[in-house]
Antibody, heavy 116, light 107 residues
């Protein structure tokens, strides 16, 4: 059974940092390109980052709104993908999902609330 | 960035009716288009990939089509369980972009 489990969310003040983890199982993680997607309270979906596999040099891409603040990374030995979020803003408040490249596997999502 | 213009924003239809949701891409994205359904409190579920291919386990009443840069999701014989929000996603180039969503309810 395929599982993706996101953890690390919570309430954080503006300007602070948070690191999300997506632990996976049940599929070949090492060759999977992985993504983070977030959903605002208004239900708008926004793709935010992608990391490719080793054969593609773990190349990363980001949406402009998080460039320089967020970093996606992975640990193939742990079948996990991470999202380090720095300098958080109130507009980063959302539910964060990890998903595979085909979009057929998604985690349950983790809430991040940025508020003073 | 590629813009995905999705319409309508909301839709109310009767059981057994046929409904169509469209996404217009701002440039050529080939068949790099997926459709998702999301139910309240749940993660998005893949319905259609590669513009026209049905994802595993998805009922055959769902279908996808393409005409140039316009993509459509068609639901035949609407069922109660089809309520939810539907999104398109282009994955032709980064940043990947979603449509704004279509909220579908049953009359």
């Amino acid at each position: 059974e395929v599982q993706l489990v996101e953890t690390g969310g919570g309430l954080v003040q503006p300007g602070k940092s948070l690191k999300l983890t997506c632990a996976t199982s049940g599929f070949t993680f090492s060759t999977a390109w992985m993504h983070w997607v977030r959903q605002s309270p208004e239900k708008r979906l926004e793709w935010i980052a992608r990391i490719k596999d080793k054969s593609n040099n773990y190349a990363t891409d980001y949406v402009e709104s998080v460039k320089g603040r967020f970093t996606i990374s992975r640990d193939d030995s742990k079948s996990s993908v991470y999202l380090q979020m720095n300098s958080l803003k109130e507009e980063d408040t959302a539910t964060y999902y990890c998903t595979n490249n085909y979009g057929n596997y998604w985690g349950q999502g983790v809430m991040v609330t940025v508020s003073s | 960035d590629i813009q995905m213009t999705q319409s309508p924003a909301s839709l109310s239809a009767s059981l057994e009716e046929i409904v169509t949701i469209t996404c217009q891409a701002s440039q050529d994205i080939g068949n790099y288009l997926s459709w998702y359904q999301q139910k309240p409190g749940k993660s998005p579920q893949l319905l259609i990939h590669s513009a026209t291919s049905l994802a595993d386990g998805v009922p055959s009443r769902f279908s996808g089509s393409r005409s140039g840069t316009q993509y459509s999701l068609k639901i035949n014989r609407l069922q109660v369980e089809d309520t939810g929000i539907y999104y398109c996603l282009q994955h032709y180039s980064a940043p990947l972009t979603f449509g704004s969503g279509t909220k579908l309810e049953i009359k």
